[in-house]
């Protein structure tokens, strides 16, 4: 199983992105995804998580709001639409999946099976 995390870059403060991570192999329904984001010096951050059908979401605080976790079961792709960025959303991003049930699941980064690589995002003010 391979995840793909894209759409990082840098953009002002007050801007959005939207970072994409594509899954390959094994069984997208049945992943609950969720992106996490690590700044320098700082632990990984939870940032938004999904369920494996889409009916339940978790945000974590500094992002309620402003992010939006999305996914395309058809195109084995989560999404996460990011508004009104500020300079303190700057990490790497990551996405990851796991299969156990909780919301501890999917608030906890060693709760998750598989990460991707990351995609960096900058924030200037």
């Known amino acids: 199983v391979q995840l793909q995390a894209s759409g990082g870059g840098p953009v002002q403060a007050g801007g959005s992105l939207r970072l994409s991570c594509a899954v390959s192999?094994?069984?997208?329904?049945?992943?609950?995804m969720g992106w996490f984001r690590q700044a320098p010096g700082k632990e990984r951050e939870f940032v938004a998580a999904?369920?494996?059908?889409?009916?339940?979401?978790y945000y974590g605080d500094s992002v309620k709001g402003r992010f939006t976790i999305s996914r395309d079961n058809a195109a084995n792709t989560v999404y996460l639409q990011m508004n009104s960025l500020r300079p303190e959303d700057t990490a790497v991003y990551f996405c990851?999946?796991?299969?156990?049930?909780?919301?501890?699941?999917?608030?906890?980064?060693?709760?998750?099976?598989?990460w991707g690589q990351g995609t960096l995002v900058t924030v200037s003010s």
């Open positions: 990851a999946y796991h299969y156990c049930s909780g919301y501890g699941c999917y608030v906890q980064p060693e709760r998750y099976d598989y």
């Open positions: 192999g094994g069984t997208f329904t049945t992943y609950n």
């Open positions: 999904m369920s494996h059908y889409g009916g339940s979401t």
